[in-house]
Every structure is written in structure tokens, then in C-alpha cells.
């Protein structure tokens, strides 16, 4: 599902529901429920963030913990949510159906801004053609002190 426009609902839906039937799982109100909750909230959000959404918008649903966890490693795995990594601060995870970007990650505060630059690109594309490589897919991070924590 990488770098192809924002796929509708109802498509992510049924290639969620066929993800679930391959790996002999079932279709449950809370895995849906997580998966609808990264869609309908642009950002970059940890496990945490996802149960805590879930629970505001379903307040009457029994969802653990464990089940957003083990749901988002299966959805990572399969390409249809992507993560950034803050080593053991854990993750944070964002849907790949987005449009191909790049990230500026604070160090201090953790604020994700998203980019995406063409000339960049082409000297990725460039360099990868320079040392023969084929390239397939990629995530740029850039680290550093965004503009609110400078002050």
C-alpha cells in the first residue's frame, strides 16, 4: 500500500477483513474500531494514543490494550500502517496509504512535522542509480529541535 493516494474506507476495510481471514484471525467491532481511528485522525500516534481515541469514541467498548498492540504489529507487518521508531519510548504509527512524505522529528518534545521535497527525491533516486541499487521503498527521519523548543 505504499506511496498510492489515500485509499476510501470501505477499501481499507476489505483489505483488512482479507488480511484477517490469511492469518486465520477474526474480524472483531475493536479491530475495526482501531483501524477506522487511524483513519479519521491524521498524525502520528503511539499504541497508547490509539486506545485512549478508541475509548473516547467507543466508550462503552471492551478493548484492552493488548488487542491495539497486537493489531497494529499486524498491520505494520502488512504494509498498511507505517511507524517511526523512538527507541524505548516505543512507536508511532501513521496509516502508509498517505501520500509518499518525509519526517522532521523533534528530539525534545517528540513533534513529527511531515515533508516532502522533489529535489530531495531525485538525489535519493540518483544515488541509489550511482551504486547500482534498485530501490523499492524509503523513510527519511531527520532529527533536531523544532522551532517551539529552540525558544
Known amino acids: 500500500m505504499k506511496n498510492c493516494e489515500r ?15 490469511e492469518n486465520s484471525l477474526k474480524f472483531t467491532s475493536q479491530r ?11 498524525g502520528h500516534y503511539t499504541p497508547e494514543n490509539i486506545y485512549l481515541l478508541v475509548k473516547k469514541r467507543y466508550p462503552d467498548m471492551n478493548i484492552g490494550i493488548t488487542t491495539v498492540y497486537r493489531t497494529l504489529n499486524l498491520l505494520e507487518e502488512n504494509e498498511i500502517v507505517s511507524s517511526i521508531s523512538f527507541g524505548i519510548s516505543g ?20 513533534k ?6 522533489e529535489k530531495i527525491e531525485q538525489l535519493q533516486e540518483k544515488m ?24
Open 7 to 21: 485509499l476510501k474506507y470501505e477499501e481499507l476495510l476489505e483489505a483488512f477483513k482479507k488480511l484477517l481471514k
Open 128 to 151: 541509489a542509480k550511482l551504486h547500482n541499487f534498485k530501490l523499492t521503498s524509503h523513510m527519511m527521519q531527520l532529527y533536531g529541535i523544532c522551532s517551539d523548543c529552540q525558544k
Open 91 to 110: 512507536k508511532k504509527f501513521e496509516l502508509s496509504s498517505k501520500e509518499h512524505h518525509d519526517h522532521l522529528i523533534c528530539n525534545c518534545c517528540g
Open 112 to 117: 513529527i512535522i511531515e515533508f516532502n521535497d
Open 32 to 42: 475495526e474500531a482501531i483501524l477506522r481511528t487511524l483513519y479519521e485522525n491524521e
